[in-house]
Structure formats: C-alpha cells, structure tokens
C-alpha cells in the first residue's frame, strides 16, 4: 500500500507552509532530496492560461518545491511541453512560470529543443526529452481536474507533457480512444517513474476540463511517491468513481487499490467535482462500443458567438478534421474527428463543447450503465 498525503491550504499564499506538511507526513524532505541532486520540476502547462484560470499548475506551488529542494542542497530546474499547437515562450509568460524561475534563478527548461530519447510506449515509438530522463529525480506537479475525454487528469496524465514537440497531437491520433490514450500514458509512466507527484489541488476545475471547465476551491494539497497512487486517492476524495477513468484500467492494481491517507484528508464526500458531460460514456461496456464503433461518437460543437476565430483548434487537430480560413469559424469535416479533444483543449475562450452521438447518449443514460 503506498501512502497519499494531504495538506489543508485556502491560498496559494499558503503553498509553502502546505507542501512542507504533506512532505512531512510522508517521512520529511530528506526521504526524497539530497545534495547536488539534479531535481525536475514538471508542471501542467497545458495552455498559455493565467493562474487564475485554474488550467496550470500554479507558480506558487512550484516555487515551495524549489525552496523545499534548495534547503536540502538540491539543484532545481522546471520544464514542461505545452500543446504542440502553442509556443512556449507565450506559455511561460502568461502562466507565471517565467516570472517564478527569474525570481527564484532556476533554469526554465525548453523540452523542445532539449534534445529527446525514443522509446516504445504501448506498441509504438515515443522520443521522452533528454531533461526528464537524465534528472536525478522528477517531481510531478499535476493540477487537479477533470477531462472530458479521460474523465479526469492528475498525475499520471501530467507525464505526457514529457513528449516535447508535436508527436502529442500524432499520438492522439494513433491513440484516439480515453481507453487506448490511458494506455499510453500508462506505460508512459513507468518509463518516466517521478520519484514524487504533488498535486495543486488549493483551485482545481470541475465540468468540462482539462481548459474548457470551472475553477472550484478545494482548499488541498496532496503528494505521494507513485503517480496512480496519488491519482486514485485523488478521485475517492472527490467523489469520481475509478471505474469511470480509464486509466486505472491500464496500472498495476497494487499502485492503486488501496491507499492510506496521511496528514490532512478532506472527509470523503464532502467535495464531489462537477464531472463532464460525457464521463457516463466511459462506462459503457468496451465490446459494445467495438462492435457499434461508427455510431459511437464524440465530436465537437463550435459556438460561433464565442469563437474568436484564431484558428487554434484547427491547428491542434492531429485529424485535420476542422477546416480554417482566416477570420471565419472552423467548420467541422465529422467524418474525421477522431474525438480526442484537442480541440477543446486549446480554444482559449471556451467556444467548443464535447458532444456524443445520439446513441451514446441513449446508452450512457440508460441501463447499461451505471454510476
């Protein structure tokens, strides 16, 4: 059984007292820093998003693991690679990572041009950035959300962002599916291995994440050396059933079946998160939706009184299944989309929204599932 602990904290100018706790009652700093280690800090940076959005992590819980790691004599750097439809630099700025490592001195790390190594992830080749992989320890800072195609994201989804460059989107095309996408970022994991996952969970968002949802104060902060073990304690807090988030499907049982919890943990049930509208389909029986695949559908919905027609989900898509011509409102080509949300992760005005078939709608809402 590997531990979760949690750590009360109302504000993110409480980061550092929180993190410290939620260390502590899993043995102190000691039991994971060193001196002259080399330690990589890996954020959600999905987005070029402020802080207030509730998208990425938040600086502030970067910056009490930098000054936990430098107290102990270790060497901090922070790096992450955002969708491959955005540039970095816009990603730092806006995020408040720029400012966090200007103030602190710490390397902010550019995954993509960082040089990378390949791998074979659930059957097919995957290049992981040099950065991750010679770092004497990995410290995972997922943001606590939900996510409409994986139901939810915490820290063993926050891995994938160590694929630099725009193989993400070509994965997601490889991988459409929440089932073969959990699979993935699974295998992912244990090829990446984070020696400590801490997530940011003080705002996190509900509905219709991982961008397109609500911020919602849960007031916690919550660590654990093992990723799933961290993600499945996450989901029994907030009420998210594990047999609704696919990747539980694809991690050894032992990581996650059973996790006790340390420090400060919400009383079960006193927080439930706002799931997508989708997340009943995930448990629809898997043979079913083999055998009626082509009535089986997600597809995005535009709203052409929000688009600000940027052409970022047209962009983003590893289907080119959303035709863009300047100034003009994507138009969605259905016998394309693939369903795997790109799209709705990058809109940054929250103009697209998931919608199921009519089938799946009928399904999911009906007897052959439940919650």
């Known amino acids: 059984m590997i531990p979760v602990s949690f750590a009360r904290c109302a504000s993110y100018d409480q980061a550092f007292a929180a993190v410290s706790r939620a260390l502590d009652a899993l043995g102190g700093p000691g039991r994971f820093f060193r001196p002259g280690q080399r330690v990589l800090l890996k ?100 943001k606590v959300k939900t996510h409409t195609l994986t139901v939810f994201t915490g820290a063993v989804k926050n891995l994938y962002g160590t694929l630099p460059g725009f193989q993400k989107a070509t994965l997601h095309k490889l991988f459409p599916s929440a089932d073969e996408m959990s699979r993935l970022v699974a295998e992912l994991s244990a090829i990446i291995r984070p020696g400590l996952s801490i997530a940011d969970g003080v705002i996190g968002m509900e509905g219709n994440g991982p961008a397109g949802g609500e911020p919602v104060a849960l007031g916690f902060v919550a660590a654990s050396e093992n990723p799933a073990a961290l993600d499945a304690a996450l989901c029994r807090v907030l009420g998210i059933p594990l047999k609704a988030v696919p990747i539980f499907r694809h991690l050894p049982a032992e990581l996650w079946k059973e996790t006790p919890l340390l420090g400060e943990p919400p009383e079960p049930g006193t927080r439930t998160l706002r799931l997508p509208g989708t997340w009943k389909s995930r448990l629809i029986p898997r043979p079913l939706v083999h055998l009626l695949a082509p009535l089986f559908w997600i597809r995005p919905v535009l709203d052409s009184a929000r688009c600000i027609r940027c052409g970022r989900c047209a962009k983003a898509c590893p289907a080119e299944a959303l035709v863009y011509e300047t100034r003009t409102v994507p138009r969605l080509l259905g016998s394309r989309c693939i369903g795997c949300c790109c799209c709705h992760e990058v809109c940054p005005v929250k103009a697209i929204r998931m919608a199921e078939s009519p089938l799946m709608r009928l399904v999911s809402r009906g007897r052959l599932v439940s919650s």
């Not at 720029?98 to 390397?107: G, H, I, T, W």
């Open 43 to 142: 954020p959600n940076l999905l987005a070029d998003a402020s802080p207030e959005q509730a998208i990425t992590t938040h600086p502030e819980i970067a910056r009490a693991v930098i000054r936990i790691a430098r107290a102990v004599g270790a060497v901090p750097s922070v790096a992450d690679s955002p969708s491959g439809a955005l540039r970095v630099r816009e990603v730092w700025e806006k995020t408040g990572f720029r400012a966090l490592c200007d103030s602190e001195k710490v390397p902010l790390v550019n995954l993509e041009r960082a040089g990378s190594r390949s791998f074979t992830c659930a059957g097919t080749r995957v290049a992981v950035a040099l950065p991750v992989l010679e770092a004497d320890l990995v410290v995972n800072l997922p």
